[in-house]
Structures are given as C-alpha cells and as structure tokens.
C-alpha cells in the first residue's frame, strides 16, 4: 500500500521558517517525480514546488527564492523548507507523487503564518 505521510507544519509569525517533511513507503520514490501543493481556505489547490527524480526543480512564482525543495532518496523523503513566509502563504500542504498510473497524495499538515 503506497502511503505518503507529511509533517512539520505549525504556527509560525510572518518571517519566520518552517520545514516540511514527506516520507513515502510502499515504493521506492526515488524513480518518480513529487512535489508540494497547497491549499487555503475558500481557494483551489495549487502547485507550490517540484522535483525531478533527477532533482530538477520548479516552484510557482509566489514561492521563488524563499522555498526549496529537495529529497533523500535513501530516506525515501522530500522536503520543503520555507523561509520568509508570509500570511498568504497560510494553507494546508500536501504531498504528491507523480506514479505510473495516477498521483499519490497525502492528507495533508497544516501551515499558519501569523501576522
């Protein structure tokens, strides 16, 4: 059973940094691309970050020069570190992984950033 769980998330005051985690079992995760969306009361989810099996990444515009992300293949994880966040940047996170056949998705940790 594929299972993505992510953790990490918390309360934190606009500038401050938070570190998110997503480890996945069930497959090997190195072989696949993954990355982290978001989604904030009353909006649509959306990308925030990529990551290639080769480590290429992208970010959407909102994002760039403050998150990176990046992955341990031996540790089966992915992370997303956050510096300079913002109250827009309130939402919860989610992990997904691009499989053969469908994405895998996790249930998602909570991110609030107060002003």
């Known amino acids: 059973q594929v299972q993505l769980v992510e953790s990490g998330g918390g309360l934190v005051q606009s500038g401050g940094s938070l570190r998110l985690f997503c480890v996945a079992s069930g497959l090997i995760s190195r072989f696949y691309p993954m990355g982290w969306y978001r989604q904030a009361p009353g909006k649509q989810r959306v990308l925030v970050a990529t990551i290639s099996s080769a480590d290429s990444t992208n970010y959407t515009d909102s994002v760039k020069g403050r998150f990176t992300i990046s992955r341990d293949n031996g540790k089966n994880t992915v992370y997303l570190q956050m510096n300079s966040l913002k109250p827009e940047d309130t939402a919860v996170y989610y992990c997904?992984?691009?499989?053969?056949?469908?994405?895998?998705w996790g249930r998602g940790t909570q991110v609030t950033v107060s002003s």
């Open positions: 997904n992984l691009r499989g053969r056949m469908y994405d895998y």
